[in-house]
């Protein structure tokens, strides 16, 4: 065991006064491999954050009914007594064209344009809170109060957030796309960088094999520098990342007050960077293991 | 302790390296292979030290059959050789002291023990005040020290040389010579390939001559000295 833990330490020395003499290079294709992980992660993080927004709107099952603009009181009322005795509906709410047109106006100090306004454009609306979350139960709702006499439209409150669910869902999709043609792109990249090592210590490989070095212990220190690009590479994405997503966040910030949301892209996203690591380190791993055993294999001394 | 049985080896797209080869040396024997350049002194050499394994017969070092070892087992099997090779094959990016350190690190010597014996390896081929140097500055008589003290410094019971003196004058040959007889005299196995027959006659030892692949004789020079250093225990 003791013997064992020394042989790692031993070569893990070795790779880090390896890696000191060659700091430049070393950096870069650390660089190389944090910038090819931060693109994926950030189309990530933005998708993951857009999911998250649009899934919490998603579970709003409220329907809109715009009534038509010369609905008489009557009528108004008939529609209310229908909405109160369906089944599938648990609240609704009537908003009157006069109220409307009050709130719109309250808010009119910041808009100019509704100033202009000179008589209320706005109709009648009843907010149905339906207690089905079904989607095919609240189409049928939709359509059945489309149906009613007086009702000009009937709209889901969270259509469009549905539509950006699909796209987000098809752009979650691509990015996995992405990452994996990016991954065997690493692969080569650090598969490539270890050889080149090999290639420079090829003198000692070949001595150590004929002095009666095994295998492992040729390939560790190659191993240990793959682990390492991959750890220094993740590393360099993370503080990559968290910093474009900082700059982001500022006009994000600006964008969701408009909205009256407190949405901020997440900086400390620690699943998604402990798996950032994991896989960097994989791969690093990955790439020099087989460089290196195509490099002892093509040395042939066995 | 090495013992040949018809042993035949072949490189793909060549002749036969060697051909039919039967010997045995025992343990703390010292043995020149002689023979022209091609003859095959290297190839039986590799064959000794498992680097190569043989076409046809049998090989066996320490009774282990070298054809039916394990590939993962030939590592260990090669420590027990301290190899001297032709062109040193020393490493020219670490000074003498980590050229020696080398053998030790492969088999898991580390630290104040490594240091120690490899002082001592040094010492034992005259380089100690050397350590830092780079084998670059060094002579070639040098050099084959140091690649002499590397194949000692692990404490191997059969050392193998090919062409140790190949490049050297007279002097610094001599000089190699008298370290393998030292390493002889305490009981190591020597096994010394070379071209030139000059100078076994006056150290009167077991000579295999090859000539193309084959052993043509295998004959003790003064079979009364061989008898002498022989039966050292290992």
Redesign the interface.
Known sequence: MNHWLNHHAQAFKLVLTRMRQNTLSSLLISLVIGVAMCIPALFYVGVDNLSTLTHHMQNDNEISLFLKLDVSSENIEQIEQLLSKHPNIQKHRLVTKEEAWQQLQAKSDTNPAIQELSKNPLPDAFFIQANKVEPEALDSLRLEMQAIEGVDQAVFNADWTKRLAVLLALGEKIIYFVAALLAIALLVIIGNTVRMQILTQKDEIEVSKLIGATNSFIRMPFLYAGVLYGAFGALFAIVMMASIIMIFNHSVAQLSDLYSSDFRLTIFDSKLFLSMTGIAIFIGWLGSYIAVNRAISAMKID | MIQFDHVTKRYPGSNEALKNVSLNIEAGEFVFVTGHSGAGKSTLLKLI?A?ERPTGGTVLIANQNISKLK??A??????R?G?I?QDH?L???RNCFENVM??L????I?GTEAAKRSRAALDKVGLLHKEKAMPITLSGGEQQRLAIA??VV?RPSILIADEPTGNLDAVYAADIMSIFQAFHQVGVTVIVATHDATGISATQRRVLHINQGELHSNEVIQAADHTQNSGYPI
Do not use: E, T, V
């Not at chain 2, 030939?74 to 420590?79: L, V």
């Not at chain 2, 690190?105 to 898991?108: K, Q």
């Open positions: 030290a680097i590939s993962n030939i590592p260990y099997m090669r420590r050789f190899l090779f094959k490493l020219y990016d080398l053998p690190r492969i088999n898991g580390f590397r194949a692990g």
